[in-house]
């Protein structure tokens, strides 16, 4: 274990960045709740993984620009993905920042946005902006729920004393 805090001691920033780039949420999370027992500096997770969330977005983006997909979707397809696609633009009313920021929330969601977004030629610059206001909103909520996550354990591990009741509440947490 003291190896482990050794090398997130040492490396906290790029740790950070790669929770963000190649995990997202789950990982962001865990480093928020170490963060809050005082194991790794908080802003490192913020601003890290907030750059590593904001990077990797770019990677569907421009896999959608692909040929690829346009071959992907003929006959039936191509109708059954219009009727998908007039559905969710009922929801985000075919705002840049409300499809990227819906599919923040929903999971399994994010990828397949990213990749239609491409697909439909919005620009690099149209999405990196959008995509840098969501980020700034979406990774704030994430570090927040793990950071409190991390206090209440603190909270609770004094509270009980006994190490066997704080696993219980960690697996409890994390489940």
């Known amino acids: 274990m003291e190896i482990i805090l050794s090398f997130l001691n040492n490396h906290g920033i790029l740790v950070s960045f790669l929770g963000g780039f190649i995990t997202g949420e789950t990982v962001i999370v865990t480093l928020a709740f170490l963060a809050a027992k005082d194991l790794i ?6 601003v890290f993984c907030t750059l590593g969330m904001y990077v990797s977005d770019f ?3 421009t ?13 039936k397809s191509l109708e059954h993905a219009k009727k998908v696609e007039g559905k969710f633009l009922k929801y985000t ?3 840049i920042f409300l499809t990227l920021f819906y599919t923040k929330f929903i999971y399994g969601l994010s990828i397949p ?7 439909k ?4 610059s149209r999405f990196a902006l959008y995509n840098l206001f969501v980020e700034l909103i979406f990774v704030p909520i994430v570090v927040t729920i793990g950071w409190f996550s991390g206090k209440g ?7 009980f004393k006994d190490i066997r009741i ?5 697996i409890v947490l994390i489940i």
């Open 41 to 46: 500096p908080l802003w490192y997770v913020l």
């Open 59 to 61: 990677i569907p983006f």
């Open 63 to 75: 896999i959608g620009k692909f040929r690829f997909w346009k071959n992907l979707f003929k006959g």
């Open 93 to 95: 009313r075919n705002n």
């Open 113 to 119: 946005a990213l990749i239609y977004l491409g697909h």
């Open 121 to 124: 030629k919005i620009s690099y």
């Open 153 to 159: 354990f603190t909270i609770a591990e004094n509270v």
């Open 166 to 170: 704080a696993i219980f509440l960690l």
